[in-house]
């Protein structure tokens, strides 16, 4: 009696302690347990502009085999980088080499709809939309698929641009709504990035008006990054708005957080 309480206790003992290691995370977990591992995706509405010319430049350089440069995500970066700089030349060189190693890493790896979609933008950017169509047709068919979680803010916005170069336009324009919903209702005036991103958003989805509001409301909240503001594809539609010249300036005279080279 007295040995099977001490193996009782025994047990005991030892589910506590894999409980208590499995919250703090000091045994591996079994695969279904893990947070699955995604390689870089590039996202061109959540740009993340804290990447320099240089440091991307450095990183190529340094890494020439590592996953980000291999991949193609750190010229498609760099190819951003220039585009916002002005530095056209240096872009063209950049898309074609992501638009190489992106179409590489789609077909290495032909469920991932980020990849796709990099290599199609990368190939329209250069005016391919030949070679473009297919790698965008496979992305927005991957986007289309049933989704086992609720779709993300940026997985919405790849399937409008997909759809918008395709041409189907009236299904874009349901995606990029369905990305807009992720901004809150109400944008405080203090908000420069999510003014932004909203002024993005409503321009893609053809409201003018709207979204000169929503970039001149970022420009007064003190949106400083003129280089992504001039050159973003999304903002195409209202760029030659005197409006637009009016809050780009104002964007360039703002106070800069990031180093986004000349331009």
């Avoid at 179409?103 to 790896?109: D, E, I, K």
């Avoid at 007064?220 to 809050?247: C, E, N, T």
Wanted: glycine fraction near 6%; proline fraction near 5%; include cysteine.
């Amino acid at each position: 009696m007295r040995t099977s309480w001490i193996i009782s206790f025994a047990a005991l003992c030892e589910t506590a302690v894999f409980i208590y290691t499995l919250a703090t995370g000091t045994i591996r977990r079994a695969p279904w347990m893990q947070t699955p591992t995604v390689a870089p995706s590039g996202n061109m509405q959540l740009n993340d502009a804290s990447e320099t010319i240089e440091e991307l430049e450095a990183l190529i350089a340094r890494e020439p085999q590592g996953r980000r440069v291999a991949g193609g995500f750190s010229h498609f970066r760099l190819a951003q980088r220039y585009t916002e700089a002005g530095r056209l030349e240096d872009a063209r060189a950049a898309w074609e080499e992501a638009a190489r190693r992106r179409l590489a890493a789609a077909q290495s790896n032909p469920d991932r709809e980020s990849f796709w979609f990099e290599a199609g933008w990368a190939l329209w950017k250069l005016g391919r939309m030949d070679e473009a169509t297919p790698a965008l047709m496979e992305a927005e068919r991957l986007a289309s698929l049933p989704h086992p979680n609720q779709r993300r803010e940026d997985q919405w916005y790849r399937l409008g641009w997909s759809r918008k170069l395709l041409g189907f336009d009236q299904d874009a324009a349901f995606a990029f709504s369905r990305a807009m919903d992720f901004l809150p209702a109400s944008i405080p005036d203090w908000d420069a990035e999510t003014h932004y991103k909203h002024a993005r958003y409503l321009a893609l989805l053809g409201d003018s008006e709207g979204a000169l509001v929503a970039l001149e409301r970022a420009a007064a909240a003190g949106y400083d990054k003129p280089g992504v503001a001039a050159s973003s594809d999304d903002l195409a539609s209202i760029r030659s708005h005197p409006r637009f010249q009016g809050a780009l300036e104002r964007i360039r005279n703002a106070p800069r957080r990031y180093d986004l080279g000349p331009g």
